[in-house]
């Protein structure tokens, strides 16, 4: 027989009151004067105890109150595929704070993944009023979308820097322009001067600011600058040996320990002959490979900082003031500095950097590179 689902209605009758007293209790507030007596709020709570009674996210948002819903939408699929899992400390990080907030979270993947990336609105805007507001994650957002997001005022943040044309479009993202300048002054303090990029030159704010990085640095020490071509690993690595490159930084996309395995048949150690920084974690890491200096990341705090922001965004800038239990205790209100959010990147001490070999140290060699 199938199991009764308890209404409202049924709450109110077996606490003894009226509908919209059950609804302010589950609401967290009450109009101007009306009084509900703690023992009222108790006969309520143990009724929906009893009856296992769970509210209509829906039909709370539709009344004016808030649900304690926040979602998150990714642009591109979510779960770890052949070992790559890029999205996962993001998550850990995200459900952390949702636990440390009190509230849940919904993951919207009921659009489709076309050609690598999904669409927010390819099914409609409606399902985005279940949750009082969203996280967004993906190198291939839809910049039609972003705006329609803030024309329309629904709260949202972007894990990862992203810019708008006057805009307050709001993000917690990771610092890759001062870590990637940082890496080449880890070199350079080692004594390398032939330094390159091995990275893809694309239009992602990621790469962007990489690459800018990079420029900036080498620029500072007047130092040519050295794109490699990474379409294909081993015409990389052929490249670097043929431009006698004594150091490489590697974006983590483009399969390093490939990169360095075929450095290391063409007579290359890595890192005596040829020292390799990575400009963030692996995206494809193999089981018990190489110990890889550069930088990481910080996906975890990430997330959890993009939450709090969330939260915070929708406790001032919703009309309806969320229970208790949902709000941040004593949350300051936010200034403009707060919808942008720019994380350090931590350099990492592993085992692929070293001096530059002793024949190359200040040597430039008679061909200079071209940016």
Not at 146 to 164: A, C, E, M, N, W
Not at 189 to 204: N, V
Not at 311 to 332: F, T
């Amino acid at each position: 027989m199938p199991r009764h689902r308890f209404t409202q209605a049924d709450v109110a009758a077996m606490a003894g009151v009226s509908q919209s007293t059950v609804s302010f209790v589950l609401n967290g507030n009450a109009p101007a004067g009306v009084r509900i007596s703690e023992e009222t709020r108790k006969r309520v709570l143990d009724a929906i105890r009893i009856t296992g009674y769970s509210a209509n996210p829906v039909a709370q948002r539709l009344a004016g109150g808030r649900n304690q819903i926040l979602g998150v939408f990714t642009y591109e699929a979510t779960f770890p595929r052949g070992g790559r899992d890029f999205y996962g400390a993001f998550l850990v990080g995200i459900e952390h704070a949702a636990e440390q907030l009190g509230v849940d979270m919904l993951l919207f993947t009921s659009a489709r993944v076309v050609d690598g990336r999904r669409q927010l609105a390819r099914d409609g805007w409606q399902r985005l009023g279940i949750a009082d507001g969203c996280l967004l994650l993906g190198q291939h957002e839809d910049r039609g979308e972003l705006q329609h997001l803030l024309d329309t005022k629904y709260p949202f943040v972007f894990i990862g820097k992203r810019v708008s044309e006057g805009r307050l479009l709001p993000y917690v993202g990771a610092d890759y322009l001062t870590a990637t300048s940082r890496q080449v002054e880890r070199l350079i303090e080692k004594g390398h001067t032939r330094i390159g990029y091995a990275g893809p030159q694309a239009s992602d704010q990621p790469t962007l600011d990489r690459v800018e990085g990079y420029r900036q640095a080498m620029r500072a020490h007047e130092l040519p600058l050295r794109f490699v071509d990474v379409h294909d690993v081993a015409g990389a690595a052929e490249e670097i040996a043929e431009r006698r490159l004594t150091s490489i930084l590697v974006a983590p996309e483009n399969y390093p320990e490939e990169l360095a395995d075929e450095l290391e048949s063409r007579g290359l150690r890595v890192p005596d002959d040829v020292s390799m920084l990575l400009l963030g974690q692996p995206l494809h890491p193999r089981h018990g490979g190489r110990s890889w200096s550069g930088f990481a990341v910080p996906r975890e705090e990430m997330g959890a900082r993009a939450l709090v922001l969330l939260s915070r965004i929708v406790d001032q800038e919703s009309p309806a003031p969320r229970s208790p239990e949902g709000r941040m205790p004593n949350a300051p209100a936010l200034d403009e500095s707060d919808y942008h959010q720019m994380l350090d990147c931590p350099d990492i001490d592993g085992a692929s950097l070293a001096a530059a070999p002793t024949t190359a140290r200040n040597t430039e060699g008679t061909i200079r590179d071209h940016a």
